[in-house]
């Protein structure tokens, strides 16, 4: 148990960190707008080749979906938009790994990542094929 007491402040520091970059970066997507400041880096594989990688628009997206557009975020990123629920599961599933083990094991077993990668692979694929969204 030394070694636990030892770690707790710098877990502590940690957990601050972390919270202190997430608010940083909420503020900045609530009030700069990727599209039109430099403070956002753009997409090298857009940039590259000209198709749209399975991230692009997720900046525009999150930026949209702080300001309540909705339809906005969908038309920059619809993947993302539709994985928030997801996401918001998978980040309480490593919340709470230790108390409830066998949730964390389905959310994250081996047979939900491998879903998860085709399914980003098919819009990758899709939306370079049929442009849903606009770049």
Known sequence: MPVLNKLRPLRTVLCVVV???????VFFYVRFDPSDSVWFPKCPFLMLTGLECPGCGSQRALHALFHLDIGGAFRHNALMVVLMPF???LAA???LKYRFPRFHEAVTGRGVVWTVFGVIVLWWVLRNVFPFSEI
């Open 87 to 89: 996401l918001a599961v």
């Open 19 to 25: 919270v202190l970059a997430v608010a940083a970066a």
């Open 93 to 95: 599933a490593e919340a």
